[in-house]
């Protein structure tokens, strides 16, 4: 009844496990082109954003001199920056734990992130940890928890 698996039966075998091995790569790969596109977007919109405030901070010396005139326009330059902001403040600020996480552990991540630039809560930091390491699966939880130094207190 339980023999020993025949020739044919072991190629076979092989053959499913090679093909699950070339999808999982293959995934893979399509997740690393989606991190360096969406690398490739946070870095626009940074420069988006840099080159926004320096238009605002120009704007802000002209709107001294013509502040009667265009004061609501001002306003809804400003509104419109803090809405763009907003809408993309959660992936600036994961490309910014991604970035910092090869050098420093990950209390020295929090340090920067929520103490020093103030850019989310420690809650929202840990929520970002989390999601992170939910992107890269169970599989390589501990390569993530590795890389990241993951300190959960």
């Known amino acids: 009844m339980f023999g020993l698996a025949t020739k044919k039966e072991l190629k076979e075998l092989n053959d499913k496990l090679k093909l699950s091995f070339k999808e999982r790569d293959d995934k893979i790969e399509k997740l690393k082109e989606k991190i360096e596109s969406n690398a490739l977007k946070v870095a626009t919109l940074e420069g988006s954003y840099l080159i926004l405030a320096n238009k605002s901070q120009s704007q802000v010396s002209v709107s001294k001199q013509s502040q009667a005139v265009s004061g609501k326009s ?58 992170l390491k939910s992107q890269f699966g169970e599989t390589e939880t501990e390569t993530f928890e590795t890389n990241v130094r993951l300190k959960h207190k």
């Open 74 to 131: 001002q306003a809804t330059f400003e509104t419109k920056l803090i809405q763009r902001i907003r809408n993309n403040k959660k992936s600036l600020v994961m490309a910014e734990i991604m970035k910092l996480t090869p050098s420093h552990s990950t209390q020295e991540v929090f340090e920067i992130i929520v103490l020093e630039k103030g850019l989310c809560s420690k809650a929202s930091f840990y929520r970002y940890i989390s999601s």
